[in-house]
């Protein structure tokens, strides 16, 4: 995890326009450069280094003896680098993952380069030789991406928007900033003043399609056919799978542990992998709750089940409500489910960065998304308006959970692991018949609980434990932390306001004093930047009037049972 700036064609003076790049700074606080590009005076590189591999060379941008007309700027991890390494029998320089894409692209340009990548990232690829520019971003988003252009060709990326906001060009006093589309690159062409042009934005792979890499991986031989018994031992080697490869790393591994059914499979995967892998060290798993929150029992469960060391941090509301303005300026968004979601994430990932050394951290953010974990998916019409629905969440990973997730951990410079939207695994459970991945009696993710049914891996209530918002489930359900939020925020808008807020905000206008009170810390930080968020989440056919699990007639909790 790490930060990444560049620009091409600047029109004002590097040394000024540089300190943007020092907003990221969270993303890597392990060493800084930034670096001109010989022969382009106004084009630079900017990175910020969280050394999670190769303490000793794996500063960026990168650059090989072999090819001295390229230069890399990633943000990410490469899993299968090794295979590929030793498949095409590349010569390495250094240790760093990142490095394949360099010789990837040296040998069968940057289509076969991009898709022969498993794992997450985000890069800013420059040849000088062919004058070519090349822009690309992992399937889901995990890894963030920004950027802003002007008519004249002036170009500027950055890891995070607010790396962007600030810069000047001469052409465009307001700079529109905009987010990378995952799962696509584009080329654009290098002039000799330094300026770009765009030459084509592709899609290069969609969630469901298999992976190319697929043809270099070690996975053990999947069995074919839907019979369930073999769907999900099929199940179990992927996921397996998904978790051995994201140990790639020299610093210490922790994974969030909220007791629901996700991140317990994660952590107890995690910590059977890293026995095998005789890892000196416990696993430290993280809870975070209120005093009488679900979660914090639950995750108290699976951490004595599974044996990990366990830490639970408790906060209280007056704590949640003063982060919400640090918790915004980092999320760059206003979305309300996101941000109640991301106050306890945001705390607890503090809590990390200060009282241990664990760096690396899993979490099991995907898997609603992927295996219609929602609650609302049982009021899906049928089983393929449910898949429709499924992929359409996954296709906006990118602008709510996945964006959380990175920019929560990220804020304290702390790398977060995601095996649930590993390639191989999401592209074969969306291979599924759509009737194998809808709730099943009443149960949510039947499918996913079924396939680990006998592995004794966690607790059987919590292999069968109901859907809990993350937000909700760190609060008891006498009163929830919406509940909260929204009593806090009943003082701080008054309906005044409200019944000019469609004025005040023509787009995307807010319906509730709490969504007024989200975007007005929004736009005190990113003012007129509205338009990075499309459409509020909401839950699909249940004509939700807020995004809590917990409004829903369907939700049942073990306290009311």
């Known amino acids: 995890m790490c930060g990444i700036w560049a620009l091409f064609g600047s029109d004002d003076c590097l040394s000024v326009q540089c300190l ?48 001295p007309y390229l230069w890399l700027c990633y943000n990410g ?92 060009h001469s052409t465009a006093p307001f700079l529109k900033v905009e987010p990378f589309l995952p799962g696509h690159y584009e080329v654009l062409d290098l002039k000799p003043n330094g300026k770009v042009a765009s030459v084509e934005m592709v899609k290069y792979h969609h969630c469901r399609d298999e992976p190319l890499h697929i043809l270099y991986d070690s996975v053990e031989k999947l069995f074919p056919g839907f019979e369930i018994e073999t769907v999900k031992s099929n199940l179990r080697i992927l996921f397996d799978n998904a978790v051995k490869k994201r140990l790639m790393t020299d610093r ?33 798993t993280f809870a975070i709750g209120m005093e009488d929150s679900p979660d914090l029992l639950a995750a108290r469960k699976v951490a004595n089940h599974i044996g990990s060391e366990h830490h639970e941090v408790l906060f209280n509301s007056e704590e949640g409500i003063q982060a919400l303005d640090e918790v915004i300026f980092s999320l760059e968004t206003y979305d309300i489910t996101t941000v109640r979601a991301s106050v306890g994430m945001y705390l607890i990932s503090k809590y990390i960065r200060k009282n241990t050394d664990s760096v690396v951290i899993f979490s099991g953010e995907g898997s609603d998304e992927l295996t219609q974990g929602y609650i609302y998916f049982h009021k899906a ?127 995307n206008t807010p319906q509730t004093k709490e969504g007024y009170y989200y975007r007005q810390i929004f736009e005190q930080h990113y003012p007129g930047r509205a338009d990075w968020l499309t459409h509020y989440w909401m839950p699909k056919w249940i004509n939700a009037t807020d995004p809590s699990a917990r409004t829903l007639s369907h939700y049942k909790s073990a306290a009311k049972a």
Not at 49 to 61: E, I, K, S, T, Y
Not at 472 to 484: A, C, E
Request: charged share 25%.
């Open 252 to 284: 210490r591994i922790g994974c969030l542990l909220s007791g629901g059914l996700d991140s317990s499979l994660v952590a107890a995967t995690l910590l059977k992998q890293l026995k095998e892998a005789q890892v000196q060290y416990a696993l430290q």
């Open 381 to 507: 019409p049928s089983p393929e308006k449910a898949e429709e629905e499924s992929e359409r969440l996954l296709k906006e990973l990118y602008l709510f959970d996945v964006l959380r997730a990175d920019r929560t951990t990220a804020a304290h410079g702390l790398e977060l692991r995601v095996p649930f939207l590993d390639h191989r695994f999401s592209s074969y459970y969306l291979s599924l018949p759509p009737e194998m991945r809808i709730p099943k009696n009443g149960i949510e993710k039947h499918l996913l609980r079924e396939a680990f049914e006998d592995s004794n891996l966690i607790p059987k209530e919590i292999l069968w434990r109901p859907k809990e918002a993350f937000s909700d489930g760190i609060t008891s359900v006498k009163n929830s932390w919406f509940q909260i939020l929204q009593e806090y925020v009943e003082h701080q808008v008054d309906d005044a306001m409200m019944a000019a807020a469609a004025q005040k905000f023509p787009f």
């Open 77 to 168: 991890e490469i899993y299968n680098h090794k295979a590929l390494q030793q498949h095409f029998e590349f010569e390495y320089q250094t240790k760093v993952d990142g490095e394949i894409i360099l010789h990837l692209y040296d040998k069968g340009g940057i289509e076969q380069t991009i898709c022969l990548l498993d794992g997450v990232f985000a890069f800013i690829l420059l040849d000088t030789a062919n004058k070519k520019v090349f822009l690309g971003r992992d399937t889901y988003g995990v890894r963030p991406l920004f950027k802003a252009m002007t008519e004249d060709g002036f170009l500027a990326v950055c890891s995070e928007a607010k790396g962007l906001v600030t810069l000047k």
């Open 20 to 67: 943007s790049a020092m907003k990221i700074a969270h993303r890597g606080p392990d060493a800084f450069r930034f670096e001109n590009v010989n022969g382009y005076t106004n084009c630079c590189f900017g990175f910020h280094r969280l050394a999670v591999v190769d303490p000793l060379f794996g500063m960026q941008p990168i650059r090989l003896k072999k090819y």
